[in-house]
T-cell receptor, first 111, second 114 residues
Framework: QQPVQSPQAVILREGEDAVINCSSS?????VHWYRQKHGEAPVFLMI?????EQKGHEKISASFNEKKQQSSLYLTASQLSYSGTYFC????????????FGKGTKLSVKP | DAGVIQSPRHEVTEMGQEVTLRCKPI?????LFWYRQTMMRGLELLIY????????DSGMPEDRFSAKMPNASFSTLKIQPSEPRDSAVYFC????????????FGQGTRLTVV
């Protein structure tokens, strides 16, 4: 089951903050966040695991609410380089293989 | 390591032709994924392998699609016969089996079927 992301798109000015949400109808084992720039491959940002472990980017933070099966990505003091499409990917159960991605959130940061 | 390597980067083919996409995962990665990306559907998981064995191919759209992994360093995704609606970017990714590890994506193959 594909996770649902919101919003679908957001436009920011440099320095503004944004929150991207990801929710699943299934119990989550982990949530993976990626950013993709136009014409490029998705690049890893962060992993959040059930139980609180996190691994990822120094300047981007995220939360994982296991009970609500939701995750949020927080982009603070946005820079032009933050522009791109953000995807959340979810793993359910103990499987390491069924990494399913949402449809993405397109973030545009303007000067 | 050079990362996940896909070939070709671009492929233009005529409807009805066979298309083969290739992927070399990162050495030591037990998991290999094939994704298809379109504007409408985003990143769709087509199939994934664990230790060269196909585990879940429920995302493969039709029997025209097939994937193989003959060894730990090579996988193919084949479309036969190809149709215009198969036009998309196809990504291969690989991952270690541990829970706190990320998937690494190749640069993708942009397929255009005319």
């Amino acid at each position: 089951q594909q996770p649902v992301q919101s919003p679908q798109a957001v436009i920011l000015r440099e320095g503004e903050d944004a929150v991207i949400n990801c929710s699943s109808s299934k119990a989550l084992y982990s949530v993976h966040w990626y950013r993709q720039k136009h014409g490029e491959a998705p690049v890893f940002l962060m992993i959040l695991l059930k139980g609180g472990e996190q691994k990822g980017h120094e300047k981007i933070s995220a939360s994982f609410n296991e009970k609500k099966q939701q995750s949020s990505l927080y982009l603070t003091a946005s820079q032009l380089s933050y522009s791109g499409t953000y995807f959340c990917g979810t793993l359910t159960g103990g499987s390491q293989g069924n990494l399913i991605f949402g449809k993405g959130t397109k973030l545009s940061v303007k000067p | 390591d050079a990362g996940v390597i896909q070939s070709p980067r671009h492929e233009v083919t005529e409807m009805g032709q066979e298309v083969t996409l290739r992927c070399k995962p990162i050495s030591g990665h037990d998991y290999l994924f094939w994704y298809r990306q379109t504007m409408m559907r985003g990143l769709e998981l087509l199939i994934y392998f664990n230790n060269n064995v196909p585990i879940d191919d429920s995302g493969m759209p039709e029997d025209r699609f097939s994937a193989k992994m003959p060894n730990a360093s090579f996988s193919t995704l084949k479309i036969q016969p190809s149709e215009p609606r198969d036009s998309a970017v196809y990504f291969c990714a690989s991952k270690l089996p541990r829970g706190n590890t990320e998937a690494f994506f190749g640069q993708g193959t942009r397929l255009t079927v005319v």
